[in-house]
């Protein structure tokens, strides 16, 4: 495509699309291969971002494209209210197979937020309560009940309120979180305040869910002490409220685990999957036990798309290289490869306040009081020098690495050498 052509596009979609949504770049983009991708123009760019951890394969993958082609030829949709189909059998059975403990049901939806939506339906339908406990810092998505839950910038929810009623906000075990007085104890103190909301706000039998992101995405990315995830399982069990992982961002190797539960041992009662799970496609997916789908009432719920042929078939496909190609080992190894370089390039600065990975969810955080200059500098500095990051934090303090778990050797080489030297130029 010419010059002109590109141009040509931009200004369409400029004139066209909503700017309600950021627009990171105004890049044209043509096509996309593994861990790289050539805009219109014909320039070549690595992407350390994979569309938001959703490609956990990279761009495109051959064993993907090849389901995605086949499936479309037969089935592209159907709607799964009027019967059932291979690709969408197979994996219920495969997220039955992997998903942690006794949870083998699934009601499949297009996204995370929708997926959130629907699991908030489901826990308020099966307990007949209402209340619903999320933390600070948290993000689920920008559906209107997602919306409700997420508090990680005032900014997803202002001009929608009134938002869901009966939703209480508790502070996640990450002193970062915290601008002052932050307690050593993270875990007590987060604890606590539970106990609090349920003495001064909400009775705990009143209460219908918990629900958390095991390993905190766009509010930071920091990861939730064990033990305070095996505290919030214990209260949930003392008062039948309902466990939910929010596992869009951290499911299928993401941490070094297939699902980022396993590092605490805490089965949830709900797991909530997207991104990763289809490696690009839409879906989502509400993975409980037979037991608690079965309270669900029938009818209470549904989706035209949700379960679409050819997004579980590309979800049976990434699943299947996963596996096979031992990535959720390669995400613990290689994540901690790139976390050790960091820290040996990286940590003699002072305006960087840690380096941290759990397998390869990674996070370079800059002290606040330089974050919101040194983090927009350094991603303008490496998508000059064609390499695209993004950063997360309630204040954009950490700029968050979304390798593709099966990414080449060379291309975190050359991804990791443009951004260091960018940061060392700007710090
Ligand atoms: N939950 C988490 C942890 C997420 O990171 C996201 C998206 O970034 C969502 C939910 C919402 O997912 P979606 O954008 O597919 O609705």
Known sequence: MNHAETEYLRNLGRKHISPVSTRVTDLVIKRAKGARFWTADGSEYIDFVSGVASNGLGHAHDSMVKAIKEQAENLIHFGLNYGYYESVVKLSEKLAQIAPGNLDTVFFSNSGGEAIDGALKMARAVTGRPGIIAFDGSFHGRTLGATSVTGS????????????????????????????????????????????????????????????????????????????????????????????????????????????????????????????????????AIVASRELHEKWPTGAHGSTYGGNPVSCAAALASIGVIESENLVQRSKQLGEKIVQRLKNNLQKYRDIKDI????????????????????????????????LIMNCGVNGQTIRLMLPLNIKEEDVEEGLTILESAIGELI
């Open 153 to 284: 910038s005032s900014k997803y929810r202002t001009s929608y309120e009134p938002l869901l009623g009966e939703v209480y906000h508790v502070t996640y075990p990450y002193s970062a979180l915290l601008k002052e007085n932050a307690p050593k104890d993270m875990t007590r103190y987060s604890l606590s305040q539970l106990e609090s909301l349920f003495e001064l706000r909400i009775s705990p039998e009143r209460v219908a869910a918990i629900l958390i992101e095991p390993v905190m995405g766009e509010g930071g990315y920091y990861p939730a002490p064990n033990e305070f995830l095996q505290g919030l399982r214990k209260i949930a069990d003392q008062y039948g409220i309902l466990l939910i992982f929010d596992e869009v961002q951290t499911g299928f190797g993401r941490t070094g685990k297939m699902f980022a539960s396993e590092h605490s041992g805490v089965t949830p009662d709900i797991l909530v999957l997207a991104k990763a799970l289809s490696g690009g496609m839409p879906l989502g």
């Open 356 to 387: 941290r990975g759990v397998g390869m969810m990674i996070g370079i955080e800059f002290h606040p009081s330089v974050a919101s200059r040194i983090v927009p500098a350094i991603k303008e500095k490496c998508l000059a020098r064609h390499l």
